[in-house]
């Protein structure tokens, strides 16, 4: 059994995570500051950056945590609701140096990417990823799944290890 690590965060992944949670306390604080006591009582305002600290919880809830490839398959680990891809459904996995994506459903880089994309050719894929750059690309009966492992190289390697 191989755990691997995610690869750092991205830059997109690095802006959208600290600039939105920068920009949603710098508005709540503000809020507080200038709107007084009334804004203080106000349930509204509370229920509203309540429901958006909620959000940022589970986006890094649902984001990938960690991969790990064991005997069975690869399993995608989440906090919540980790994702398993047995050897039986795997066709192919390969690393791919800039994938060429864009986001149909899902985060798009807030603590990670994940969720439903289009590749380049408009054929839907999964992502779990913190990167674009030099992720595995794992090719299923199904589908395909993106991945980053910080190490991607020794990742395709523990795989097709079991492929064989």
């Not at 984001?63 to 399993?75: A, C, D, I, M, T």
């Not at 050719?121 to 674009?132: D, E, L, N, P």
């Amino acid at each position: 059994m191989s755990r691997f690590k995610m690869a750092p965060w991205d830059v997109t992944v690095k802006f959208f995570t600290w600039t939105t949670i920068a920009l949603v306390l710098f508005i709540y604080g503000g809020v507080f500051i200038l709107g007084g006591e009334e804004a203080r009582r106000n349930l509204g305002v509370h229920a509203l950056f309540l429901g958006l600290f909620f959000s940022f919880g589970a986006c890094y809830a649902l984001g990938p945590r960690s991969y790990l490839v064991n005997e069975k398959g690869v399993r995608i680990e989440r906090t919540v609701g980790s994702i398993f891809i047995p050897y039986a459904q795997i066709l192919s996995v390969e690393v791919v140096e800039q994938a060429n994506l864009s986001r149909a459903v899902g985060n798009g880089g807030i603590f990670s990417y994940y969720g439903t994309y289009f590749d380049g050719s408009g054929t839907k894929v999964k992502v779990y990823a913190t990167r674009f750059e030099r992720m595995v690309q794992i090719q299923t009966i199904k589908q395909s799944y993106y991945l980053s492992p910080d190490d991607p190289e020794s990742f395709v390697e523990a795989v097709k290890r079991h492929l064989t």
